[in-house]
């Protein structure tokens, strides 16, 4: 009777938690480590991807990639000090940064890499510039992981051209490839690219709202593509730490609760706009609501795997 009683408490356990990894943080200052990681316990985020920024990015000014080397030095130090929660990707410039120098970053314990010249306010010269193919190729053979933000309404080809000549890197192309409002183009590259891989990250204000509004009109699509490729998409939420007071904490709790919504709700909170509205303001967008056997691989089980000896 005992051991009956035991095997009943057994099979009525609850299963373990799911462990969710957020891939797209960009961490951009020192004292932002420590709200960062009381975000992460408010929301039940396990480890984050720490992205360095260059200045741009981070709301410091300035142009194009500079100050991208302290970006580099904030994610590290931070990982340090959080081992396996924080967990530092760092930036390179491609064509002007030798190898060398990703050796010296992962010496002192960068994981990945987070590319930022497929973005338009970046992009200095072609992804498969001539330039770029000792990176690139240091990138492959390594097998680091790649967090990738690429336009692909303006660099498609350029994009693909990487792909094909260097099949084993290990990308992950941000924002549903730079594709939240046109499917069939991320649908058209994931076919082309087995090995390419997509986060769902959708940042904040304009962008994120256009890209909710259209995944909302195209959810049928959009939950297809998740039947067909449950391995193939990674959570994120594009959070970008700088601004430290409580209305930009405010919308980092919106930022991260949206992500998720799509992903988990019926519905969920973001901004949107309306024919009859000339501003933005709150309102409800449906979400995919994906059932477990697709939401435990895109929350963290894609990127245990994408992420490898990272995770401490």
Request: charged share 20%; with cysteine; proline share 6%.
């Amino acid at each position: 009777m005992f051991a009956a009683v035991l095997g009943c408490r057994s099979s009525s356990a609850p299963p373990a938690r799911q462990e969710v990894i957020d891939i797209h943080v960009h961490l951009t200052q020192a004292d932002a480590v420590a709200p960062l990681l009381a975000h992460m316990t408010k929301h039940h985020i396990d480890r984050a991807v720490i992205l360095a920024s260059p200045d741009l990015t981070s709301g410091r000014g300035g142009s194009g990639l500079a100050g991208y080397r302290t970006g580099n030095e904030i994610v590290l130090d931070a990982a340090a000090a959080h081992p396996g929660k924080l967990i530092p990707f760092v930036t390179l410039d491609l064509g002007n940064d030798d190898p060398a120098y990703l050796a010296e970053l992962r010496r002192r314990g960068a994981c990945g890499v987070k590319l930022y010249q497929g973005h338009n306010l970046f992009h200095e010269r072609p992804l498969d510039d001539p330039s770029h193919q000792a990176t690139w190729q240091a990138l492959a053979e390594k097998a680091l992981p790649v967090l990738l933000h690429a336009n692909t309404v303006r660099y498609r080809s350029e994009l693909e051209a990487v792909l094909r000549a260097f099949p084993d890197l290990r990308v992950v192309c941000a924002h549903l490839c730079g594709s939240r409002t046109d499917l069939t183009r991320v649908e058209s590259l994931m076919q082309a690219f087995p090995g390419l891989l997509v986060d769902t990250s959708h940042g904040s204000s304009g962008p994120a709202a256009e890209g909710f509004a259209h995944l909302e009109r195209e959810r049928a699509q959009l939950l297809r593509l998740f039947s067909r490729w449950p391995e193939r998409f990674l959570f994120g939420t594009d959070l970008v730490t700088s601004g430290l007071n409580p209305t930009s904490t405010e919308m980092w709790d919106l930022q991260v609760e949206s992500n998720m919504g799509l992903l988990k709700e019926d519905h969920f909170r973001f901004f949107r706009q309306t024919a009859d509205q000339s501003a933005r303001s709150l309102g409800t967008y449906q979400g995919l609501h994906l059932p477990p056997e697709l939401l435990g691989p895109v929350l963290g089980q894609n990127a245990t795997r994408w992420l490898g000896s990272c995770l401490r």
